[in-house]
């Protein structure tokens, strides 16, 4: 019977904990962050995320952004967050609380808005984490494109 309780006692926990820290999410201050091992367009992005309950990232400061690049520095790969322009006005906004951004972290001469090449232009409104060659710095980018991408789940204020 004890043995039972107990059991019963940590599926419980596995369960409690399973909310508040989805399975392959890094904790890291009042957040919780996945990090896709696949790659998509930012749309499908933003949906894949809100499908596993939470947002396109939302770098709200210095220390976000330090931890978000100790974690992506290993792959030299490129990811998309939820910074976008989808209104097509020049002004990017987070996804997630609609605000204009206070920290940023663009590589130099981004946004662009577009790419400029002759026969192949395309506006650019959505912002990824590039990769190496630019020091892993913000860009913007056609949405269409496919990269990895972060989520952010905000924890609960009672923890
Ligand atoms: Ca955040
Ligand atoms: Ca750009």
């Not at 904790?27 to 499908?51: M, Q, R």
Request: hydrophobic share 35%; charged share 25%; glycine share 6%.
């Amino acid at each position: 019977m004890h043995e039972l309780k107990r059991r019963m006692l940590k599926l419980l926990e596995q369960e409690f904990i399973g909310w508040k820290y989805p399975r392959d999410w890094i904790v890291h201050g009042h957040s919780c962050y996945f990090f896709s091992p696949d790659i998509k367009s930012w749309t499908n992005s933003l949906a894949a995320c809100g499908e596993i309950g939470g947002n396109l990232v939302e770098v709200n400061d210095v220390t976000e952004n330090n931890f978000l690049l100790s974690k992506i520095l290993p792959y030299n790969t490129e990811h998309w967050i939820g910074l976008t322009d989808k209104e097509g006005n020049d002004t990017y906004v987070w996804i997630s609380s609609g605000q204009i951004p206070t920290f940023t972290f663009w590589v130099d001469h981004e946004p662009s808005h577009q790419w400029k090449m002759p026969e192949n232009v395309f506006v650019e409104n959505c912002v990824f984490y590039s990769n190496k060659d630019n020091d892993y710095m913000w860009n913007d980018y056609s949405c269409e494109a496919e990269r990895h991408y972060i989520c952010e789940r905000t924890l609960t204020v009672d923890e």
